[in-house]
């Protein structure tokens, strides 16, 4: 048998692909990449679960819009010809946009589709829905809200500009002494990267930075949360109560008079109403080591002593995504940088804060910043727009009005939801209740590869092209690679692009010539790329690129990222950061002007609605983090992520002492529960989890055995809560749920999630 080889890009890393021509032999990691992921195997599936023809749920189908939408995601679909797919799918945009308006659409998608530059489904969606007159839109994601609205309100930058701010590694490692991570560092997070990567690099990065000395303290429930190469020393933390921790690490500063007061009065505003709520004259509760080791957990003298280390030395402080996915999820932020202020180490090398090491864009790379070839998506003429998070309130509370970061702002009324890219039924919190949502609007549309509860729960389903289908250009403005993605196998069945399934129906509309200004994908690659290359005279032509399958762009091209914060640092008068105040906001004016009750214009501590200081019904906290197997829900049928699970479930980690108490071992098949939903697992005793937590990754397709009912698959999602962190930022708080663990006593249903549904002939 011939067998050919091809290189692609993945959000999580290049591979060289063999194929035989039909099926995916073998997958081998880039010769480069000095730590690849083993996700990659699961590319071999990408003939499994497909769905190869337009599907029609049968309803919608035989009645039209709107018909028994109490049906979506138990019903068979009719597979129709494409032309009659997209003359129907034309038809019922256009009744939409006549009868309601173009914000009565909702455009869903998510980045991480594909690492291609054209082939990109959101930057398709959006481009598609512009050109035949907007959209209501989304703001903000899922891993990071809550982050990406307080940053601007303390520092004056965006996440992202913060985030190419703080220090790298190579300056961790050159001037830091102790890293104090709260969430720590998860090398499991690194693995992927928007655009993908060419090499993966944060475990050298780390063990480097303890060669040379560096200390790492990781304060999470997770003692994983490190890599033990770093000998990270484990301060286990209750979930949801890492402000209260760093409040008393604040308060141990100010009781020692160990805090920076130059730096605080030169360079902060605001201090002097914050530290009278550290010292409690503001509310009567002195924020000490006694009273956050009462919430957090950890001892009281381990939090003074690590103050005093803090103090001692170049410290940087961490805080992970995960930490601010919390209910409030806000104040963890907000109050690290309050704590980095203190130490008065802001601007300075290694120094400060930093948010995120260990996720995507800080995989080790002292480079990147450079920008890359994209599409132009366009302008949208709607102005509606939502938090990510607040699907199921937009389309359960249409007309309603809801806060967002100082606006009060109202609910669109949506009439179509059309999806490409993404599986809001993996990463959306309390699935049941999005469920329930997803029956209100007339009529949902999703681009889908595989068989999963999205397209489940769609009325009408295209099925489209993995980027092992198509050509591409490939790469990271955080990754110093360019590859080229080539076409690895035929599509499969009849699956189309996205660009060619958006150029059909924009010719349907009589937007085709505004879509595609006459190009064909190939031609668009080209062209993007070629404009991206006239910029950057010394790379290589398109021509050249495709021939030699990669580019690695020297360090030494890609010049250095001014530092606002070093700059401000240097001259706070001449350099004042973009805040209302021109400095690092403690106390917010603007926050306290929007009169918030659940987000105080200061960093504080708000007890979460669930945590294990009021855990009486559920006494099991549940972390629901990124799983080590797959990206989110991408390839969950596939090789690695397959082999991860116990007859087709995931696993749920516990600590010994909690299955003991419940009679537990090892390999026993367990319900997790709430008043939300419930799921089944295969449970796991781990040392490394400290008690009254428990952990399940996220990612498994939602299978429930009816609506409302039993997971089969172990999706955490079914557990957790859909509210937003606070009115603020109206962010996830997945982290932030409460649980209870039992041997499951029935005969267990067979997982179905990989299964097509009935397909009927049109």
């Known amino acids: 048998m011939t067998t050919t080889r091809h290189r692609t890009l993945t959000n999580w890393g290049a591979y060289e692909v063999e194929t035989d021509g039909m099926e995916i032999t073998a997958v081998h990691p880039f010769a480069k990449d000095p730590d690849p992921s083993p996700i990659g195997q699961s590319l ?128 961790i490692s050159e001037h830091t002494e102790l890293v104090v991570a709260f969430g720590g560092m998860p090398i499991k997070n690194s693995q992927v990267q928007y655009g993908g990567q060419g090499r993966h690099m944060l475990n050298s990065r780390l063990e480097t930075c303890r060669d040379r000395g560096v200390r790492f303290v990781n304060l999470s429930p997770l003692a994983e949360d490190f890599i033990e190469a770093v000998e990270a020393e484990w301060v286990p933390v209750r979930p949801s109560t890492d402000t209260a921790l760093m409040l008393a690490l604040a308060h141990s500063l100010v009781i020692a008079g160990l805090e920076d007061e130059n730096f605080l009065d030169t360079y902060c505003t605001g201090w002097d109403r914050f530290r009278s709520y550290l010292l409690g004259e503001s509310d009567g509760i002195a924020k000490s080591a006694e009273w956050a080791g009462h919430i957090s957990g950890v001892d009281a003298d381990r939090i003074r002593a690590l103050a005093a280390d803090m103090a001692d030395r170049r410290t940087l402080i961490t805080v992970s995504w995960s930490v601010q996915r919390t209910d409030h999820g806000e104040q963890a932020y907000w109050m690290a940088a309050a704590l980095a202020s203190m130490l008065g180490q802001v601007g300075l090398p290694g120094g400060g804060v930093g948010f995120g090491y260990g996720a995507v864009g800080l995989n080790g790379h002292p480079v990147g910043y450079h920008t890359l070839p994209r599409l132009r998506q366009g302008k949208n003429p709607v102005s509606d727009f939502i938090p990510v998070a607040r699907i199921s309130d937009l389309l359960l509370h249409g007309g309603e009005q809801f806060d967002y970061d100082g606006q009060r702002l109202t609910y669109p009324e949506i009439h179509l939801v059309y999806w490409a890219g993404g599986n809001p039924f993996h990463h959306h919190q309390d699935l049941n209740r999005l469920a329930d949502a997803w029956r209100v609007p007339d009529t949902t549309v999703c681009h889908e590869p595989f068989w999963n509860a999205l397209a489940r729960h769609c009325d009408i389903v295209l099925p489209a092209t993995t980027p092992l289908e198509r050509d591409d250009v490939g790469g990271s403005g955080n990754d110093d690679f360019v590859f080229w993605m080539e076409k690895v196998i035929d599509p499969v069945a009849e699956a189309r692009n996205d660009y060619d399934i958006f150029s059909e129906l924009a010719r ?170 419930s799921c089944l697992a295969s449970l796991l005793l781990r040392e490394d989890l400290m008690p009254g937590v428990v952990q399940l990754p996220t990612g498994a397709w939602w299978d429930p055995i009816e609506p409302g009912g039993l997971c089969r698959a172990g999706n955490p999602n079914v557990l957790t809560r859909d509210v937003g962190t606070s009115k603020l930022a109206q962010g996830p708080t997945a982290q932030t749920c409460l649980v209870e663990v039992e041997r499951y006593l029935g005969e267990p249903s067979p997982v179905r999630a990989h299964e097509a549904p009935v397909l009927l002939s049109g």
């Not at 690092?584 to 009169?595: A, D, K, Q, R």
């Not at 855990?615 to 991408?634: C, E, F, G, V």
């Open 44 to 171: 071999k599936a990408v003939r499994r679960s497909r769905v190869e023809r337009p599907a029609i749920r049968e309803s919608w189908f035989r009645h039209g819009p709107g018909s028994r939408p109490e049906l979506r995601g138990r019903e068979p679909f009719v597979e129709v010809d494409w032309d009659v797919a997209l003359d129907l799918l034309a038809s019922e945009l256009d009744r939409v946009r006549t009868e309601h308006g173009n914000r009565a659409i909702f455009g869903g998608s998510y980045g991480w589709a594909s690492a291609g530059r054209f082939h990109h489904a959101q930057s398709q969606i959006h481009r598609f829905l512009n050109s035949i007159g907007g959209y209501t839109y989304s703001v903000d994601d899922y891993s990071i809200a809550a982050g990406h609205v307080i940053t601007p309100h303390v520092f004056g930058l965006s996440f992202d500009e913060y985030m190419d701010e703080q220090p790298h590694f190579v300056e």
């Open 508 to 677: 349907r509309i009589g937007a085709g010539d505004r879509f595609t200004e006459g190009r064909t994908s190939a031609e668009w690659i080209e062209h993007i790329y070629t404009r991206f290359q006239g910029n950057h005279p010394d790379y290589p032509t398109l021509a050249e690129l495709q021939a030699a399958g990669h580019f690695q762009i020297p360090e030494e091209w890609i010049p250095p990222l001014a530092s606002s914060l070093v700059a401000f640092r240097d001259d706070p008068a001449g350099a004042p950061l973009q805040t209302p105040s021109g400095r690092i906001e403690l106390f917010s004016e603007m926050i306290e002007g929007f009169g918030y009750d659940d987000c105080p214009p200061h960093p504080s501590w708000l007890e979460p609605y669930e945590w294990l200081g009021n855990a009486d019904r559920y006494p099991l906290h549940l972390i629901s983090n990124q799983p080590k197997t797959r990206l989110h829900s991408q390839w969950d049928h596939g090789e690695t992520s397959v082999n991860g699970k116990v007859d087709g479930r995931e696993r749920l980690g516990i600590n010994p002492n909690d299955a003991v108490d419940r009679g537990l071992v090892t390999g026993d098949l367990v319900r997790v529960f709430n008043e939300r939903g």
